[in-house]
């Protein structure tokens, strides 16, 4: 029988490169030290480009359903396998939202990304076995192709053997551009993986490389910490949780998902999912998504407000003025925000493209700005028709920015205002798991100073696969998570 190991992989947070240092500790763990980053709002703001709402996993040849899940591309955890024999380092995301490991083959030759990335070379391993296989795997907002090829994966000191992995020869996103990270290393169930290639836990239990049939996140939520966290396969570490763990079976196989109760605030239902709601466990998604009708509550409670609308207002307010007396002066209305400075464009542009930009595309940028004052623009100069006061049309556009849908469903918060904020509390086997306010607050670092947002986002799902809930890493960082395939079961406890 092969030896059984305990593998505790550490992962980090924002790394912008992951150095592999192995050492032995006093507990007989091998452990990976990986570097973290502080997140900040360039970071997520250049991720949101992936997000279109929500991914749609395809498998392109498979007939299995489409199934949608939130882009796992806003708060990333990172760590390094060797694949081939020598070892070629890769930096993957370890991902239960998914279940392929992919990477950049040496034979992409026409992205951008490939060239930006490590890139595996079968030239370079002598227990590389070709497979040929084609696959493509679909996302909201780009795609990656390739073929599936055959080889040992190093993780830590632990060699899996003949593991199936997707060549990535095409990456059509700029995500996969601005990516941090070379591939990625799915922990979802076999019956989402593409080309029914096993995840790599099923690869390590058929060959006998665990202690148990188990592995588990601790991640590490303290933003001056230099560890991101642990991925532990076969185990758990006792040191990262308190007391016991609260298990419940998984409903459906395929993503890590399980039926959940209420959400409470400051110890009152939400009412939504009072009868119950599925919910999926995500290392793959940064914050908490949910039904809108919860989550509306949720920023009623706390304040939150969209963060286009926190745009929209700023144009209003520093701009609205100008815009409304250069109207007044007629005033090209295409023209009058290049002329008031948010928009760099001589006219060509229409502003009903300009609406369409901010609604669909969503970006946080400078085209935002200029898409917002385009919109302004159509509010006012509506108001003029009517011969409204200027006190009455600028407060009409105000009001107008809070119907604004926000970008993936986020919002801003005041920090100052945190402490006050209630506590929040999901129903899972009859227990509530409670969030105090510093866990459910996402801060950012943007030019020096601190952004906060709610780690909650609105996210829809009909019946029959919803309503839904994805608890990411807002939750996995208060509750270390056990992912039991042996028992085909989730645990949670108390972070250490």
Not at 68 to 82: A, R
Not at 429 to 436: G, R, S, V, W, Y
Request: hydrophobic share 40%.
């Amino acid at each position: 029988m092969a030896k059984r190991h305990l593998l505790l992989v550490t992962t980090c947070l924002w790394a912008l490169s992951c150095a592999l240092l192995l050492h032995a500790s006093s507990d007989g763990f091998l452990r990976v030290n990986l570097n973290k980053k502080r997140l900040d709002k360039e970071d997520l703001t250049a991720a949101k480009l992936a997000q279109q709402g929500n991914r749609l996993l395809k498998t392109g040849s498979s007939d299995s359903d489409p199934v949608p899940l939130v882009d796992y591309l806003n708060t990333q955890y990172y760590g390094v396998i060797g694949l081939g024999s020598p070892p070629q380092n890769f930096t993957v995301i370890f991902d239960t939202g998914s279940s392929n490991l992919w990477v950049p083959s040496a034979k992409c030759y026409f992205s951008i990304a490939c060239y930006l990335h490590s890139r595996y070379n079968s030239k370079k391993s002598s227990s590389y076995k070709a497979d040929g296989e084609t696959c493509k795997i679909t996302y909201g907002s780009g795609a990656i192709s390739g073929f599936f090829s055959k080889d040992n994966v190093l993780v830590g000191d632990l060699v899996v053997k003949n593991q199936k992995f997707i060549e990535a020869t095409r990456e059509t996103s700029v995500t996969f551009i601005i990516g941090k990270f070379d591939g990625i290393l799915g922990l979802g169930y076999p019956e989402i993986s593409v080309g029914k290639a096993p995840p790599i836990w099923q690869s390590m239990q058929e060959q006998e490389l665990l202690a148990d049939d188990v592995f588990s996140f601790w991640l590490n939520r303290d933003p001056d910490a230099s560890s991101g966290g642990e991925l532990v396969f076969g185990g758990m570490d006792p040191k990262h949780y308190k007391g016991d763990h609260t298990y419940v079976p998984v409903s459906r196989k395929g993503y890590w998902q399980f039926n959940m109760g209420d959400l409470l605030i400051d110890g009152h239902s939400t009412g939504f999912c009072a009868k119950g709601c599925a919910a999926i466990v995500d290392s793959g998604t940064s914050l908490l998504a949910g039904p809108t009708a919860i989550v509306a509550q949720v920023n009623h409670a706390i304040g939150a407000e969209g963060i286009i609308s926190t745009e929209c207002k700023e144009v209003v307010s520093e701009y609205g003025e100008m815009i409304l007396n250069l109207l007044i002066a007629q005033t090209d209305p295409q023209k009058v925000c290049s002329q008031v400075g948010l928009c760099m464009f001589d006219g060509k542009r229409s502003v009903s493209n300009g609406i369409e930009y901010v609604v669909d595309k969503e970006n946080l940028g400078s085209d935002a700005m200029c898409s917002v004052c385009e919109m302004a623009v159509v509010w006012i100069e509506n108001q003029l028709r009517e011969n409204k006061t200027k006190e009455l049309i600028l407060n009409y556009a105000n009001q107008l920015c809070e119907r604004l849908p926000s970008p993936n469903g986020e919002s801003t918060v005041s920090c100052h205002q945190i402490s006050k904020m209630p506590n929040l509390a999901f129903t899972i086997a009859n227990k509530t798991f409670i969030l105090t306010p510093e866990q459910y607050i996402v801060k950012l670092e943007q030019g020096g100073q601190t952004v906060c947002i709610s780690g909650f986002m609105a996210f829809d799902i009909p019946p029959p696969r919803g309503p839904l809930w994805i608890l990411g890493d807002v939750f996995m960082g208060a509750y270390h998570t056990v992912f039991d395939f042996g028992k085909d079961r989730i645990g949670f406890a108390k972070s250490a």
